[in-house]
């Protein structure tokens, strides 16, 4: 029996395995599901076809706007030639036209938004990037480009009732008195006009030159600045040099990208600005801008020429705003070279 014991199948003592039919089926993964999904060249073309429809929508919408506003035009063109962006002559009755009235009004009143706006915008970006507490950063950021969210007829009628009489009653008395000899504050105090116009571009486009400063400044890498900080420079300096220095071309893109938003603007600027084609030194007086001549002309254009010169005005200032966005685009390129914003906080 010892023997036949000693002969036989050697005895087990660990752990028997369960037999084929108690082994449970273990869950399918996400790569083994794909797999065995089959071929999906099909679905794969059509999405990408899908897409590529969505892509070249938006090229076709501008392309047809440009067409459109082309061949609506020929008759101005055709009328007027290029004489039509250096005449000051705004005459409906007699068919005389010319957008240079409105081509300066637009430049003077988007140049003095752009004054007031950089240093403000600029110093917001710093102050919510480089010194703002860690609690106090989100807020301040969300406060700030809560501005752009706000309406355009919003800010014109806050313009109306608050800063129309603050500007008649204490500002241009006090500007006129100042700096009246500079030929730039002078004529009666209306509180409606280009200084106006300027002031409350500036607050609509403080928000857009803000969150692209702040956007190219924490692009800046974090050992720029303790480069700097460690060669013994002040925070000032640090900024200045480290910072600032690194960042110029994009917050100057920035720049660029808001007076794109304050050459198109519309409603707010049409509100304040007075509308009255005609060229003044004095920021008191009443202006015209290419957008705001539009908004208030084009239901009263009732002859074709008339239709065609606003429609060609329209033309000249989608272009401008083509040709800003693009090299403001190109601008912000260089800094961030295409790579989402870091943030350092």
Not at 171 to 185: D, E, I, M, N, S
Not at 229 to 256: D, H, P, S, Y
Request: proline fraction near 6%; include cysteine.
């Amino acid at each position: 029996m010892m023997a036949n014991r000693a002969l036989g199948a050697p005895r087990l003592t660990g752990p028997q395995p369960l037999p084929e039919q108690a082994v449970t089926s273990r869950p399918v993964t996400e790569s083994e599901a794909l797999i065995t999904t089959g071929d999906s060249r099909v679905a794969d073309r059509a999405f990408f076809f899908l897409m590529f429809a969505c892509a070249a929508s938006v090229l076709a919408l501008v392309g047809l706007i440009v067409y459109e506003l082309i061949t609506k035009s020929r008759l101005s063109w055709a009328a007027f030639g290029w004489r039509f962006f250096f005449r000051s002559e705004w005459d409906p009755v007699n068919d005389q036209f010319g957008a240079l009235p409105f081509v300066y009004g637009t430049m003077v009143s988007s140049a003095l938004a752009l004054l007031i706006a950089v240093p403000l915008a600029v110093g917001v970006a710093v102050y919510i990037t480089e010194m703002s507490p860690l609690w106090a950063r989100s807020p301040l950021a969300f406060t700030t480009e809560l501005l752009a969210a706000i309406p355009s007829v919003i800010y014109g009628l806050w313009a109306i009732f608050v800063l129309v009489p603050l500007l008649r009653q204490y500002v241009q008395p006090l500007l006129a008195r100042w700096l009246g000899w500079t030929g730039l504050f002078e004529g009666p105090p209306y509180g409606i006009g280009m200084l106006a116009a300027g002031i409350i571009l500036a607050i609509m486009v403080v928000p857009i030159i803000s969150s692209i400063t702040r956007e190219v400044m924490t692009a800046v890498p974090q050992q720029q600045r303790e480069a700097v900080l460690a060669l013994g420079a002040t925070r000032w300096e640090m900024i200045r040099t480290g910072v600032l220095r690194n960042a110029r071309a994009g917050i100057a893109g920035g720049v660029i990208l808001g007076l794109g938003r304050a050459l198109g603007e519309t409603m707010a600027v049409t509100m304040v600005i007075g509308n009255r084609p005609e060229i003044s030194k004095s920021l008191f007086a009443p202006g015209y801008t290419m957008a705001s001549v539009i908004a208030n002309e084009f239901s009263e254009a009732t002859g074709d020429l008339y239709l065609s010169a606003l429609v060609e005005v329209g033309l000249a200032l989608f272009l401008v705003t083509i040709l800003v966005n693009i090299l403001a685009q190109f601008l912000v390129w260089t800094v961030t070279r295409g790579t989402p914003a870091r943030s350092h906080a």
